[in-house]
């Protein structure tokens, strides 16, 4: 998981095999997602509680 800051709108460039949503969401959303079950992938959860827990020790903004 990357944060991304200071971005610009273009299109997409996915593989044809992607099935993909791309949504933008504040970070305490995804969070509460994840914590509901709704974000079901596990690695992408771990990256959340990952990001979730450093943020809080000051590891990250």
Known sequence: ????????????????????????????EVLAMAL???ITDAISVAAIFCYAYESRQGGRP
Do not use: C, K, V
């Open 36 to 38: 509901d079950g709704e």
């Open 1 to 28: 998981m990357f944060q991304a800051r200071e971005l610009s709108h273009g299109e997409p460039q996915f593989d044809e095999t992607e099935d993909l949503r791309i949504r933008r969401l504040p970070f305490a």
